[in-house]
């Protein structure tokens, strides 16, 4: 076994820790942070088949890729089974006698060079001068005849040596033959590789594996003349390259986008950590320019050997620098990794040192998401489920979605706006809504535009392109609003959106992945089985998924089952196998749950329709109109639960029918919506239906506007400055104003004498001349009127049909009107908890929940 940091793998520095090797943060190895690239994996898919023939010998697509994207002949390139497969080639092809190397750098130059039976001279390199290589110092040990080896950058230093001075070096001294290792270039900002403006007797090195994080695939090449070329394929045995790398490789010479984003990366961590390093007294760093830092300890009491056990027993690995020639005990070497880690292992160090910490920052809040494979995979509702969960077990627990697109939202009592989703949650956590738990709100108001709500208020109207530029903002709000409600409870449950595999919004993600890595939160993918393709959605998901996002993925949660659950193991087993994750468990289809839905999905489908009990001759009918807008549509979930209502959902003319009461309801887009009130001819069916005296006709909020007589919107605010006509059913004008009100409301209904409660959410101001008024609010302003007979109303109260007393007065007003005597007290209460607790039950004897637990650090 060798020496834990000296170069050993990774399985034997986890066996010396006595951990998992997916336990240990591994600093030793010098591959890109950031993984590798999503175009990998179908790469390799795509060549399964591929394996069943031979290789191209000649690599000749991988060959023509490489000449293409260095700008030389293909008959100066030459492709390897990884670098060090060429490093041991080259030397015996050069045929030099003499090998000189600057020290210290990477131990096999000199074993190359001896194995070509080489006699090898040393350029050591002072320490005084932070190990870096100087044309001019190695100008004067040049005679004629060697070879010179050393890297660009250097290994382990970092450093990278002029070009232009090497190319003037290697032109005054043309019978010296310089071999370039440049594996590390590709990690460098503004890197001059030595492939451009060659001299002939240059040697370029270079490692196609590296800079993409898959060394275990083995590909290099070099680049330099043809007549050395010649003599090193003479020298390489043949099928040197297989399929799978030859085709990677291919992919890998196009990829520039992925070079300059780790590039970027791998600067700004690596200063970054810097100056953490640099904040430890006993430390010396030296400035590299590469993915890695060559680190002196400087304790009598302490060595780099000494430091690598203490950190190897908190998991983390480096590379210990003493068989670097010219080094000693004291060298180690650490790579950089994500901003995470690089924290992770300068606290490591802080106490391996015995360096007293600053004030320490709180551990990170455990957390937990749900994502989905769709939208409406049920992932709202587990995330409630999981907060009611925890709250029974006694932690304090709220719930987080950072980025909501729902046109069904709530004010806040200190009058911000956010998506019901998260109210529901928060009511399962039992604490009080606040704007931070859905920071960004979006609401449509068309097919490529929305309203975008940051913390709470409006920020303004915003198409794709305009919000795509806004999304840095957004997401570095939304990550201070994460971190406020972490350092207040003892566990986050977060929610993502849509899917994570929608491959044209990954890039610029804020709120599924990217999310969860801010957070730390382990991520379960939820799939709703009843739709059909559920493992084929897990597996494809993770097939598009970036390496970093596959990390993330805890495992999945099958939803919506309807049978014997025995009938799924062997696709449950199936999906572990083929994912290398999880099920953790299979939650069955809940009927009449109880619980407001997310969006309006449920709504417009019908499936939220009452049970049949309502259809008989003595209930009801009440229709909602299904508008193409429409906000807030959970006003009416309430009204579901009466046992003498019939609520139907209404889309045209045809089923309309003759209802005891038809609601508009809210809408963010009120002048559009009352377009296709005109377009499919409901505006006239309506006014027909007022005007029979048996129909009540009630709008909300934004229905309440549509049956006024005039709207205008000089600002644009839900239109283009547009100005129309309303049904006339209400002598009542509304402007929409730039200011958003958002309120919490108490308020007194007139004909009933009764205290409703609510909230207000809209730009428009209404006013009237003969109106009768029905809703004031405590501070008197009139938020509700109705026509003289009081057949037509409407009010800015959105919530008004949760008070129970109020909901029984209004359907007992209905029964009287259609000759029905009424039901007397309240009939149904509307009250979540008990569907908390029941949604609770089942999802706690579905889900392996001790084991969530300990996913996330809490047992």
Not at 72 to 79: G, K, M, N, Q, S
Request: proline share 5%; hydrophobic share 40%; aromatic share 6%.
């Amino acid at each position: 076994m060798s020496t834990p940091g000296h170069g050993g793998n990774l399985r034997q520095l986890a066996r010396a820790a006595g951990k998992a090797e997916r336990d240990i943060l591994d600093f030793s190895a010098n591959i890109n942070p950031l993984g590798p690239p999503e175009w990998l994996r179908p790469a390799i898919s795509a060549q399964i088949t591929a394996l069943t023939h031979y290789p191209d010998p000649d690599c000749a697509a991988l060959v023509e890729a490489a000449a293409a994207r260095y700008g030389v002949a293909t008959d100066e390139v030459i492709v390897g089974n990884g670098s060090t497969e060429l490093l041991y080639l080259l030397p015996r092809a050069v045929g030099r006698e003499h090998a000189l190397i600057p020290v210290p750098s990477y131990s096999d130059y000199v074993r190359a060079s001896k194995l070509a039976g080489m006699q090898v001279r040393s350029l050591p390199l002072r320490d005084t001068d932070a190990f870096r290589l100087e044309s001019a110092a190695l100008e004067t040990q040049l005679s004629g005849r060697e070879m010179v080896l050393f890297g660009r950058p250097n290994n382990p230093t970092g450093h990278v040596c002029n070009a232009d001075a090497l190319r003037v070096l290697a032109a005054r001294h043309p019978a010296t033959m310089f071999l370039v290792d440049e594996a590390f270039g590709d990690f460098v900002e503004g890197f001059d590789s030595l492939t451009r403006n060659r001299p002939v007797n240059v040697i370029v090195l270079l490692s196609l594996t590296k800079i993409f994080a898959i060394p275990g695939l083995r590909l290099g090449c070099a680049i330099a003349d043809r007549t050395v070329i010649q003599r090193v394929r003479e020298l390489q045995p043949p099928w040197s390259v297989n399929s799978l790398a030859q085709a990677v490789g291919v992919a890998a010479l196009h990829d520039r986008d992925y070079l300059c984003q780790t590039q970027l990366h791998v600067r700004q961590q690596r200063e970054a950590l810097i100056a953490q390093l640099k904040s430890l007294p006993g430390l010396t760093v030296y400035p590299g320019e590469a993915n890695f830092l060559l680190l002196r300890i400087d304790r009598d009491s302490m060595d780099a050997p000494t430091l690598a056990r203490r950190l190897l027993a908190d998991g983390i690995a480096i590379r210990l620098c003493g068989n670097f020639e010219d080094l000693d005990a004291r060298f180690f070497r650490i790579a950089v990794r994500r901003e995470d880690e690089n924290a992770r292992l300068s606290d490591s160090l802080r106490a391996a040192l015995g360096v007293k910490r600053p004030a320490h920052p709180k551990r990170r809040t455990p957390a937990i998401m749900f994502q989905g494979t769709s939208s409406n995979a049920g992932k709202s509702i587990l995330t409630a489920a999981f907060c009611r969960i925890l709250l029974q077990d006694g932690f304090r627990v709220a719930p987080f979605k950072s980025q909501n697109m729902s046109l069904n939202s709530f004010v806040t009592r200190d009058g911000c706006e956010m998506g019901r989703a998260q109210v529901v949650q928060a009511q399962a956590c039992r604490i009080e809504p606040r704007a931070t738990m859905n920071p960004i709100l979006l609401k449509p108001n068309s097919d490529t535009g929305s309203q975008v709500i940051l913390l709470g208020k409006p920020v303004g109207n915003m198409n794709v392109g305009e919000y795509i530029r806004f999304k840095p903002q957004a997401f570095e709000a939304a990550k201070q609003a994460y971190d406020s409600l972490a350092r207040e409870h003892d566990v986050l449950v977060l929610e993502g959106a849509g899917s994570p595999a929608e491959v044209n919004l990954k890039h610029h993600d804020i709120v599924n992945m990217s999310m969860a890595r801010h957070a730390g939160a382990p991520v379960l993918l939820v799939g709703d089985i009843d739709r059909g393709g559920v493992f084929a959605s897990f597996v494809g998901t993770m097939e598009v998924l970036a390496e970093w996002e596959r990390d993330l993925i805890a495992g999945f949660v099958v939803n919506k089952f309807r049978g014997n659950e025995s009938l799924l193991k062997d696709a449950l087993d199936y999906t572990a196998r083929h994912t290398a994750r999880p099920v953790f468990g299979v939650v069955p289809y809940l009927h009449n749950l109880g619980l407001p839905d997310e969006d309006s999905v449920t709504f417009k489908s019908g499936t939220g329709n009452p049970a049949p009990h309502a259809t008989n001759g003595n209930s009801v009918e009440i229709a909602v109109i299904d508008l193409p807008h429409i906000s807030n549509f959970t006003d009416f979930d309430a009204l579901r639960l009466e046992p003498d209502v019939r609520l139907r959902i209404v889309r045209s003319v045809a089923n309309l029918g003759q209802p005891d009461a038809v609601i508009l309801p809210g809408s963010k887009n009120v002048i559009g919506d009352l377009a296709h009130l005109r377009q499919s001819r409901l505006d006239i069916a309506l006014c027909k239906l007022a005007r029979t005296g048996k129909t009540e006709v009630i709008g909300i909020c934004g229905g309440y506007q549509m049956l006024g007589a005039e709207l205008s919107d000089p600002h644009g605010i839900e239109s283009t400055g547009q100005a129309t006509h309303g049904l006339g059913l209400l002598p009542l004008s509304t402007v929409f104003e730039r200011e958003k009100i958002l309120r919490r409301v108490t308020a007194k209904h007139t004909p009933s004498g009764l205290t409703v409660h609510g909230y207000e959410i809209h730009h428009g101001q209404s006013d009237g001349g003969a109106l009768e008024p029905i809703v004031s609010r405590d501070d008197g302003e009139l938020i509700g009127a109705s026509s003289a007979g009081g057949l037509v109303w409407g009010t800015y109260l959105h919530g008004l049909f949760d008070a129970d007393e109020f909901r029984r007065w209004f359907v007992n007003r209905l029964r009287s009107r259609r000759g029905l005597s009424p039901l007397g007290t309240v009939c149904a209460a509307y009250d979540l908890e008990p569907a908390f607790e029941r949604l609770a039950e089942v999802v706690r004897k579905s889900l392996d929940v001790a084991k969530l637990y300990r996913l996330m650090g809490l047992r």
